[in-house]
């Protein structure tokens, strides 16, 4: 049973168009993070946030913004989408322990034509 | 750098052979690490962790892993794998004491044969 939820699952999307990746969790944790995940290499960090009014940018450079404004929601957005930015797109969130494992969304497939 | 390897981008096993993903790491210190698997249009499930203590940890699904820290390896076993574990098979590591940002390898797809 999935506590982490991502909307939507799949999304087509045309060239320039604005985008929101919406995440959420039930489990009250204070951390989340965004990965971008293409097919055969590493789950790159795109965005993480410690807690409310906390956003921090990954390793990987990425054109989009993330916002924490409440614990349980932590949305990605894409002022401008393009053919680079599809993939897919997993959300994750961990209690504050240092040592606490990643509790996974089932993650959105972005194509963008 | 710090950061974890997976050098197998496929492995293929029949049903009932063990199994064997090999993962390797690169920190100062004994980091935090982690297996994690992924079925198709899923996200990633926890399938156990090490941190310290006992080197040979047990996780979800008949899995284990055992720390080796003279090789900086951290690999994945069962012994008798079965067709529902033909999956994509994540290792991820975090610094002790650090900022704890996990780093994760690209993963091994493990095919099964009936």
């Known amino acids: 049973e999935a506590d982490i939820y991502q909307t939507p699952r799949y999304l087509v999307i045309g060239t320039g168009k604005k985008i929101t990746l919406e995440c959420s969790q039930t489990m009250g944790h204070d951390k989340m993070y965004w990965y971008q995940q293409d097919p055969g290499m590493e789950l790159h960090l795109i965005h993480y946030?410690?807690?409310?009014?906390?956003?921090e940018k990954g390793d990987l450079s990425s054109e989009s913004t993330v916002s924490r404004i409440r614990t349980e929601h932590f949305p990605l957005t894409l002022e401008s989408a393009r053919p680079s930015h599809t993939s897919q797109y997993l959300c994750?969130?961990?209690?504050?322990?240092?040592?606490?494992?990643?509790?996974f969304g089932n993650g959105t497939r972005l194509t963008v034509t | 750098a710090q950061s974890v390897t997976q050098p197998d981008i496929h492995i293929t096993v029949s049903e009932g052979a063990s199994l064997e993903l090999r993962c390797n790491y690169s920190y100062g210190a004994t980091p935090y690490l982690f297996w994690y698997v992924q079925s198709p249009g899923q996200g990633l499930q926890l399938l156990l962790k090490y941190f310290s203590g006992d080197t040979l940890v047990q996780g979800i699904k008949g899995f284990e892993a055992e720390f080796k820290r003279s090789q900086s390896s951290f690999n994945l076993r069962k012994p008798s794998v079965h067709w529902s574990d033909a999956a994509e098979y994540f290792c991820?590591?975090?610094?002790?004491?650090?900022?704890?940002?996990?780093?994760f390898g690209r993963g091994t797809s493990l095919i099964v044969h009936p």
């Open positions: 994750a969130s961990s209690p504050g322990q240092d040592n606490s494992p990643l509790h």
């Open positions: 946030s410690y807690g409310v009014n906390s956003t």
């Open positions: 991820a590591g975090a610094s002790s004491g650090g900022s704890y940002i996990p780093t």
